[in-house]
C-alpha cells in the first residue's frame, strides 16, 4: 500500500471549515483513500473514502487532486467534538476486507 | 452503522497471568477481523488478520505464542495475551468487516485498555 504523509498537527476555530491535507504521491491506480478519525482513547470511526471523484458524505468532503497524487479532507463546519486525530490510508480494494495500515495522522484542535 | 463491541473496557491483571479480550460484531457477520495495538500519543499498529474457521496472520514482529487469536464464529473474535507482562500494557482495538459489504468498511469496536502490574 502506498505512503501517505500528514502534518502532524492542525488547529481550526468552531464553526469554520477544517481542511486536512494528506500527500500520497506514490499511490497507483487501483488504490483507494481512506480517511478515518479517532477520538481520544476511543476506536477509529469511518468518515470518507474515494477512487479519483470527489466524494461527499453527511460527515465530511474528499477532495483528490486529478493526478490522485493528494486529498484533502474537508470537515465544513468543524465543532468541538471534531477535534481527533485524522488518518488518511491509502489501500487496494478487497472483496473479503483488507489491511489498513495507519500512519501517524493530523491532530486537529477544534478551538471555540 | 455496524457495531462492533469489545470486552472487556479496561483490564487490570498482575505480571504472569494471561488475559483474554473479546471482539464481537452485534449486528452483522464478519468474515475478518483485525487487532491493532496502539501505545500512548502513537498510532494504530496492525497485530494481525483474523478469519472465520482458518489460523490468523500475524504481521511480522508479533508473537503468536504471544498473541493468541481465535475466530471460532462470524460474530466472535478472541485476543488472549499470554504470560502478560508490563511492556504488554496498552490500548487493544478490533475491527471487523462485513463479509458482504459493498465498500469493506472496517468497523472498530471501542477498545480495551490493557494495564499489567
Known amino acids: 500500500d502506498a505512503k501517505t504523509t500528514q502534518p502532524p498537527s492542525m488547529d481550526c476555530a468552531e464553526g469554520r471549515a477544517a481542511n486536512l491535507p494528506c500527500n500520497h504521491s506514490?499511490?497507483?491506480?487501483?488504490?483507494?483513500v481512506y480517511w478515518y478519525r479517532q477520538i481520544h482513547s476511543q476506536g477509529p470511526q469511518y468518515i470518507i473514502h474515494g477512487l479519483k471523484n470527489n466524494e461527499t458524505n453527511e460527515m465530511a468532503s474528499l477532495i483528490i487532486t486529478e493526478d490522485r497524487k493528494s486529498s484533502t479532507l474537508i470537515l465544513p463546519h468543524a465543532t468541538l467534538r471534531d477535534t481527533a486525530v485524522y488518518y488518511c490510508i491509502v489501500r487496494l480494494y478487497y472483496n473479503q476486507g483488507g489491511k489498513l495500515i495507519f500512519g501517524q495522522g493530523t491532530e486537529l484542535s477544534v478551538k471555540p | 452503522g455496524a457495531v462492533v463491541s469489545q470486552h472487556p473496557s479496561r483490564v487490570i491483571c498482575k505480571s504472569g497471568t494471561s488475559v483474554k479480550i473479546e471482539c464481537r460484531s452485534l449486528d452483522f457477520q464478519a468474515t475478518t477481523m483485525f487487532w491493532y495495538r496502539q501505545f500512548p500519543k502513537k498510532s494504530l499498529m496492525l497485530m494481525a488478520t483474523s478469519n472465520e474457521g482458518s489460523k490468523a496472520t500475524y504481521e511480522q514482529g508479533v508473537e503468536k505464542d504471544k498473541f493468541l487469536i481465535n475466530h471460532a464464529s462470524l460474530t466472535l473474535s478472541t485476543l488472549t495475551v499470554t504470560s502478560a507482562h508490563p511492556e504488554d500494557s496498552s490500548f487493544y482495538i478490533c475491527s471487523a468487516t462485513p463479509g458482504l459489504a459493498v465498500h469493506n468498511e472496517q468497523f472498530f469496536g471501542p477498545g480495551t485498555r490493557l494495564t499489567v502490574l
Open positions: 506514490t499511490i497507483s491506480g487501483n488504490e483507494y
